[in-house]
Protein backbone atom coordinates (compact mmCIF):
# COMPACT_ATOMS: atom_id res chain seq x y z
CA UNK A 1 0.00 0.00 0.00
CA UNK A 2 0.84 3.51 -0.06
CA UNK A 3 3.18 5.19 2.21
CA UNK A 4 2.24 8.31 4.11
CA UNK A 5 4.43 10.13 6.42
CA UNK A 6 3.37 12.64 9.02
CA UNK A 7 5.89 14.94 11.02
CA UNK A 8 6.17 15.52 14.53
CA UNK A 9 5.14 12.33 15.65
CA UNK A 10 4.26 14.09 18.89
CA UNK A 11 4.35 17.89 20.29
CA UNK A 12 3.83 19.50 23.68
CA UNK A 13 2.89 23.78 22.94
CA UNK A 14 2.22 25.75 25.20
CA UNK A 15 -1.44 27.69 24.91
CA UNK A 16 -1.25 30.27 22.55
CA UNK A 17 1.33 29.38 19.85
CA UNK A 18 1.05 27.77 16.85
CA UNK A 19 2.00 24.35 15.66
CA UNK A 20 2.61 22.81 11.95
CA UNK A 21 2.26 19.24 11.18
CA UNK A 22 3.68 17.94 8.03
CA UNK A 23 1.73 15.02 6.12
CA UNK A 24 3.86 13.49 3.11
CA UNK A 25 3.06 10.62 0.40
CA UNK A 26 6.03 8.71 -0.32
CA UNK A 27 5.70 6.84 -2.84
CA UNK A 28 3.21 8.77 -5.04
CA UNK A 29 2.19 12.08 -6.02
CA UNK A 30 -1.56 12.61 -3.90
CA UNK A 31 -3.50 15.50 -5.05
CA UNK A 32 -5.95 14.98 -2.63
CA UNK A 33 -5.62 14.42 1.06
CA UNK A 34 -7.52 14.26 4.33
CA UNK A 35 -6.97 15.55 8.21
CA UNK A 36 -8.90 14.15 10.58
CA UNK A 37 -8.75 14.48 14.23
CA UNK A 38 -8.94 11.62 16.81
CA UNK A 39 -10.08 12.80 20.43
CA UNK A 40 -9.09 9.29 23.48
CA UNK A 41 -11.55 7.05 22.90
CA UNK A 42 -13.31 8.10 19.88
CA UNK A 43 -13.53 7.78 16.19
CA UNK A 44 -11.78 10.21 13.39
CA UNK A 45 -13.33 12.62 12.52
CA UNK A 46 -12.57 14.35 9.11
CA UNK A 47 -11.86 18.12 9.76
CA UNK A 48 -10.79 19.38 6.22
CA UNK A 49 -10.09 18.01 2.41
CA UNK A 50 -6.72 19.44 1.14
CA UNK A 51 -6.49 19.53 -2.69
CA UNK A 52 -3.06 21.12 -4.47
CA UNK A 53 -3.12 24.03 -5.31
CA UNK A 54 -6.45 25.50 -4.27
CA UNK A 55 -8.09 26.18 -0.88
CA UNK A 56 -8.85 23.10 1.35
CA UNK A 57 -12.68 22.16 2.11
CA UNK A 58 -13.14 22.55 5.91
CA UNK A 59 -16.18 20.48 7.71
CA UNK A 60 -18.66 22.13 9.36
CA UNK A 61 -17.61 23.25 12.86
CA UNK A 62 -14.00 23.45 11.83
CA UNK A 63 -12.97 26.91 11.92
CA UNK A 64 -10.51 27.90 8.59
CA UNK A 65 -8.73 29.84 10.47
CA UNK A 66 -7.35 28.64 12.86
CA UNK A 67 -6.89 25.08 11.30
CA UNK A 68 -4.52 26.34 8.16
CA UNK A 69 -4.73 23.67 5.06
CA UNK A 70 -1.28 24.34 2.86
CA UNK A 71 -1.45 21.90 0.25
CA UNK A 72 1.39 23.45 -2.16
CA UNK A 73 2.45 20.36 -3.91
CA UNK A 74 1.80 16.91 -4.79
CA UNK A 75 3.64 15.23 -1.89
CA UNK A 76 3.30 17.40 1.36
CA UNK A 77 -0.23 19.17 3.03
CA UNK A 78 0.48 20.64 6.55
CA UNK A 79 -1.97 21.45 9.18
CA UNK A 80 -1.47 24.48 11.19
CA UNK A 81 -3.16 24.84 14.60
CA UNK A 82 -2.70 28.47 15.08
CA UNK A 83 -3.17 30.14 19.05
CA UNK A 84 -3.50 26.52 20.12
CA UNK A 85 -5.80 26.04 23.36
CA UNK A 86 -5.71 22.84 25.06
CA UNK A 87 -9.19 21.70 24.06
CA UNK A 88 -7.04 21.33 20.34
CA UNK A 89 -5.00 18.28 22.58
CA UNK A 90 -6.00 15.51 20.47
CA UNK A 91 -4.69 13.16 17.76
CA UNK A 92 -4.08 14.53 14.37
CA UNK A 93 -3.99 11.90 11.01
CA UNK A 94 -4.19 12.53 7.58
CA UNK A 95 -4.74 10.06 5.06
CA UNK A 96 -5.12 10.11 1.46
CA UNK A 97 -6.14 7.98 -1.53
CA UNK A 98 -3.39 6.27 -3.71
CA UNK A 99 -5.07 7.33 -6.86
CA UNK A 100 -8.07 9.35 -8.50
CA UNK A 101 -9.54 5.98 -9.33
CA UNK A 102 -8.96 4.07 -6.56
CA UNK A 103 -11.01 4.21 -3.32
CA UNK A 104 -8.35 2.86 -0.80
CA UNK A 105 -6.78 5.46 1.78
CA UNK A 106 -3.79 5.07 3.82
CA UNK A 107 -3.08 7.01 7.44
CA UNK A 108 -0.07 8.59 8.03
CA UNK A 109 1.08 7.62 11.67
CA UNK A 110 -0.69 10.05 13.33
CA UNK A 111 0.45 13.54 15.55
CA UNK A 112 -0.23 13.67 19.22
CA UNK A 113 -0.77 17.38 20.15
CA UNK A 114 -0.53 18.30 23.67
CA UNK A 115 -1.33 22.12 24.71
CA UNK A 116 -0.50 23.65 28.01
CA UNK B 1 -27.18 13.94 7.26
CA UNK B 2 -24.82 11.26 6.29
CA UNK B 3 -24.23 8.53 9.16
CA UNK B 4 -22.70 5.45 9.63
CA UNK B 5 -23.45 3.28 13.12
CA UNK B 6 -21.64 0.96 14.53
CA UNK B 7 -22.30 -2.00 17.20
CA UNK B 8 -21.21 -2.75 19.69
CA UNK B 9 -19.20 -0.10 21.04
CA UNK B 10 -17.18 -3.02 23.47
CA UNK B 11 -16.49 -6.86 22.44
CA UNK B 12 -15.02 -9.52 24.54
CA UNK B 13 -14.52 -13.30 23.09
CA UNK B 14 -12.62 -16.04 24.11
CA UNK B 15 -9.70 -16.95 21.97
CA UNK B 16 -10.83 -19.03 19.13
CA UNK B 17 -14.53 -17.79 19.03
CA UNK B 18 -15.68 -15.93 16.52
CA UNK B 19 -16.52 -12.25 16.31
CA UNK B 20 -19.04 -9.71 14.58
CA UNK B 21 -19.10 -6.17 14.21
CA UNK B 22 -21.97 -4.42 12.49
CA UNK B 23 -22.61 -1.42 10.91
CA UNK B 24 -25.48 0.91 9.21
CA UNK B 25 -25.24 3.59 6.82
CA UNK B 26 -27.57 6.24 5.78
CA UNK B 27 -26.69 7.34 2.01
CA UNK B 28 -27.82 4.41 -0.31
CA UNK B 29 -25.89 5.83 -2.79
CA UNK B 30 -22.62 4.80 -0.95
CA UNK B 31 -20.15 2.46 -3.07
CA UNK B 32 -17.26 1.90 -0.53
CA UNK B 33 -16.93 0.35 2.79
CA UNK B 34 -13.95 -0.26 4.34
CA UNK B 35 -12.67 -1.64 7.93
CA UNK B 36 -10.18 -0.71 9.51
CA UNK B 37 -8.10 -1.84 12.86
CA UNK B 38 -6.34 0.54 15.19
CA UNK B 39 -4.08 -0.56 17.98
CA UNK B 40 -3.28 2.26 20.72
CA UNK B 41 -1.63 5.16 19.59
CA UNK B 42 -1.33 4.02 15.86
CA UNK B 43 -2.84 5.01 12.89
CA UNK B 44 -5.88 2.53 11.49
CA UNK B 45 -4.54 -0.32 9.29
CA UNK B 46 -7.20 -1.06 6.60
CA UNK B 47 -8.02 -5.11 6.97
CA UNK B 48 -10.46 -5.43 4.26
CA UNK B 49 -12.64 -3.51 2.27
CA UNK B 50 -15.95 -3.73 0.03
CA UNK B 51 -17.53 -1.90 -2.83
CA UNK B 52 -21.52 -2.12 -3.26
CA UNK B 53 -21.58 -4.55 -6.29
CA UNK B 54 -20.16 -7.51 -4.51
CA UNK B 55 -21.92 -8.79 -1.71
CA UNK B 56 -19.21 -10.64 0.35
CA UNK B 57 -15.31 -10.66 0.77
CA UNK B 58 -13.14 -13.03 2.51
CA UNK B 59 -9.44 -12.64 3.44
CA UNK B 60 -8.24 -15.66 6.00
CA UNK B 61 -10.04 -15.65 8.98
CA UNK B 62 -11.69 -11.71 8.45
CA UNK B 63 -15.10 -11.06 5.82
CA UNK B 64 -17.06 -8.77 5.34
CA UNK B 65 -20.50 -8.83 4.02
CA UNK B 66 -22.89 -6.30 2.41
CA UNK B 67 -26.25 -5.93 2.03
CA UNK B 68 -27.49 -3.03 0.22
CA UNK B 69 -30.70 -3.32 0.40
CA UNK B 70 -30.91 -3.09 4.39
CA UNK B 71 -27.92 -0.97 3.95
CA UNK B 72 -25.38 -2.73 6.70
CA UNK B 73 -22.52 -4.30 6.35
CA UNK B 74 -20.42 -6.69 8.92
CA UNK B 75 -17.31 -7.84 9.88
CA UNK B 76 -16.38 -11.41 10.97
CA UNK B 77 -13.31 -12.43 12.58
CA UNK B 78 -13.21 -16.14 13.12
CA UNK B 79 -10.73 -18.19 15.02
CA UNK B 80 -9.89 -14.63 17.16
CA UNK B 81 -6.09 -14.12 18.65
CA UNK B 82 -5.15 -12.30 21.34
CA UNK B 83 -3.73 -10.14 18.50
CA UNK B 84 -7.00 -9.70 16.84
CA UNK B 85 -7.71 -7.03 20.27
CA UNK B 86 -7.65 -3.71 18.91
CA UNK B 87 -10.26 -1.28 18.25
CA UNK B 88 -12.03 -2.00 15.01
CA UNK B 89 -13.57 1.00 12.58
CA UNK B 90 -16.22 0.77 9.74
CA UNK B 91 -16.36 3.69 7.38
CA UNK B 92 -18.35 4.33 4.21
CA UNK B 93 -16.97 6.14 1.16
CA UNK B 94 -20.62 8.35 0.47
CA UNK B 95 -21.21 9.34 -3.14
CA UNK B 96 -21.09 13.24 -2.40
CA UNK B 97 -17.66 13.31 -1.27
CA UNK B 98 -14.34 11.75 -1.20
CA UNK B 99 -13.63 11.45 2.06
CA UNK B 100 -14.46 8.50 4.72
CA UNK B 101 -16.99 8.92 7.35
CA UNK B 102 -16.61 6.30 10.25
CA UNK B 103 -18.28 4.79 12.72
CA UNK B 104 -17.76 5.08 16.40
CA UNK B 105 -15.16 2.23 16.61
CA UNK B 106 -15.80 -1.40 18.27
CA UNK B 107 -13.30 -2.17 20.85
CA UNK B 108 -12.16 -5.97 20.49
CA UNK B 109 -11.07 -7.85 23.58
CA UNK B 110 -10.09 -11.32 22.89
CA UNK B 111 -8.37 -13.10 26.03
CA UNK B 112 -7.10 -16.30 26.01
Known amino acids: GAVVSQHPSWVICKSGTSVKIECRSL??????MFWYRQFPKQSLMLMATSNEGSKATYEQGVEKDKFLINHASLTLSTLTVTSAHPEDSSFYIC????????????FGPGTRLTVT | GENVEQHPSTLSVQEGDSAVIKCTYS??????FPWYKQELGKRPQLIID?????GEKKDQRIAVTLNKTAKHFSLHITETQPEDSAVYFCAALFASGYALNFGKGTSLLVTP
Open chain 2, 50 to 54: IRSNV
Open chain 1, 95 to 106: STRYSTGSYEQY
Open chain 1, 27 to 32: DFQATT
Open chain 2, 27 to 32: DSASNY
